[in-house]
């Protein structure tokens, strides 16, 4: 199992980047796939991002696909979203998770969940 640790929120302007860090304690890191969720107020928990156990299998909700980048270093069993071009519209609580080896982009495919880290894009 893997227990992640999210780092990195705050409060930016619209256009700003921002960079998102996970480590997840657990020898079996490397095996997991890792993904990026996130909850607006009022709204359900949605998918952002996920890295499966082969790095370069990686995908995206469409709202962010080319503004967020999510990569991982298994030396560090760290997992990372890069945000640019960051609107009003991606303000929420963003969870990081994990599952063993596929991606999965609905919350109840995922086993461990972090306490999550709030992000607040003002216009």
């Known amino acids: 199992q893997v227990r992640p640790v999210e780092s990195g929120g705050g409060l930016v302007q619209a256009g700003d980047s921002m960079r998102l860090s996970c480590v997840a304690s657990?020898?079996?890191?490397?095996?997991?796939?890792m993904g990026w969720f996130r909850q607006a107020p009022g709204k359900e928990r949605e998918f952002v991002a996920a890295i499966g156990e082969i790095p370069r299998d990686t995908d995206y909700e469409d709202s962010v696909k080319g503004r967020f980048t999510i990569s991982r270093d298994n030396a560090k069993n760290a997992v990372y979203l890069q945000m640019s071009s960051l609107t009003p519209e991606d303000t929420a609580v963003y969870y990081c998770t994990g599952r063993p080896r596929e991606i999965g982009y609905q919350p109840w495919e995922y086993n461990y969940w972090g306490q999550g880290t709030e992000i607040t894009v003002s216009s």
């Open positions: 657990g020898h079996l890191f490397s095996t997991y796939a």
